[in-house]
């Protein structure tokens, strides 16, 4: 034989239930809160040691340049024998590539870059493949 149901609890027992399940979510949401601030906290200050040592090694990454064409221009003077005539080669060449990559970077960042012109060129196909099938 089956055992009769067992007897509803009482309702202050009901009552007490709820208000426990309500302060432990309310204390499982600040816990969650803590831990949510603590890990963005810890990944901020990870950003920033990064962006520390990006800032370093691009000042490094610029002392080696500045060292390496330093020593270009003098490898240039023993070739054409003269210094000034080696640092203005040497200062030529790094100007005019400076300049060719300044125009390439602008012509990359240039507003009509951004614009979606797939995107636009798909609506145009669909809108006229639409129009196609509602006409024909």
Known sequence: MASPPPPPPPSSSIQALIADALREASELAGKEIALFRTEMTNNVRSLFVGLGMMV???VFAVTAMLVLIGALVKYVATLVGSEWL??????GGMLLVAV???ILGARAMS????APTRTSRQVRQDARALTERVSG
């Not at 507003?111 to 951004?114: G, H, I, K, P, T």
Request: charged share 0%; glycine share 12%; proline share 0%.
């Open 56 to 58: 370093f090694a691009a």
């Open 100 to 102: 060719i990559l300044g």
């Open 86 to 91: 080696a640092a203005l080669l040497v200062g």
């Open 111 to 114: 507003l009509s870059n951004l």
